[in-house]
């Protein structure tokens, strides 16, 4: 019954690596969003898509790539690993979007990637 | 059901006043309150969090405080300037988890050179 999840849960990988993390919402949301969490527990939007369209992508690596094969899931896969990659990435979903302000974010337990 | 509410929806108000936004919410069992801005057709940007423990926290010119008991957190900013214009939502997360977050309708603010 969960309804915005991500796998792995953990990830710990070497420097230089390219992996991927998995994001399903079972919600039947519209928009679907990709944050990092800092090590002070800040939440910074990456990406945002709707529908499968990319709609916002903030100042990221090209080293991040969103993928949405359907507006059920939205993966991100990361290459060329770094030690500043490290952090929790999560996952969330909205019925409508950044635009509706109002709209609640329903997010997903995260995954905590550590690059050593 | 936890309801979050801000008041005023929109403020405007001239560079470099200090201004006050308010939240306030109906279930104070919550696990921490986070404030974040919010760029026109942007993604949300988080500035200060507050653990339900704590009764405040600053970075640079924002300082937010909480008080459970009342259901309420304050986000103060000093010395307001054009760039601090945006929309300012406060949120809490559902009981167990962060896997809900409930939004305040948002403060629109504007700051007039």
């Known amino acids: 019954d969960t309804a915005v999840s991500q796998t792995p849960k953990y990830l710990v990988t070497q420097m230089g690596n390219d992996k991927s993390i998995k994001c399903e919402q079972n919600l039947g949301h519209d928009t679907m969003y990709w944050y990092k969490q800092d090590s002070k527990k800040f939440l910074k939007i990456m990406f945002s898509y709707n529908n499968k369209e990319l709609i916002i992508n903030e100042t990221v690596p090209n080293r991040f790539s969103p993928k949405s094969p359907d507006k059920a899931h939205l993966n991100l896969h990361i290459n060329s690993l770094e030690l500043g990659d490290s952090a929790v990435y999560f996952c969330?979903?909205?019925?409508?979007?950044?635009?509706?302000?109002?709209?609640?974010?329903?997010f997903g337990p995260g995954t905590r990637l550590t690059v050593l | 059901k936890q309801e979050v509410t801000q008041i005023p929806a929109a403020l405007s108000v001239p560079e470099g006043e200090n201004l006050v936004l308010n939240c306030s919410f109906t279930d104070s069992a919550i696990y921490n309150l986070q404030w974040f801005r919010q760029d026109p057709g942007k993604g949300l940007t988080s500035l200060l969090l507050?653990?339900?423990?704590?009764r405040e926290q600053t970075s640079g010119r924002l300082n937010a405080s909480l008080d459970k008991s009342s259901g309420r957190s304050t986000l103060y900013i000093a010395a307001s300037q054009p760039g601090d214009s945006a929309t300012y939502l406060c949120a809490v997360p559902g009981y167990s988890s962060a896997s809900k977050i409930i939004f305040g309708s948002g403060t629109r603010l504007s700051i007039r050179p």
């Open positions: 969330a979903s909205s019925h409508q979007g950044v635009l509706a302000v109002t709209d609640t974010q329903y």
């Open positions: 507050i653990q339900s423990s704590q």
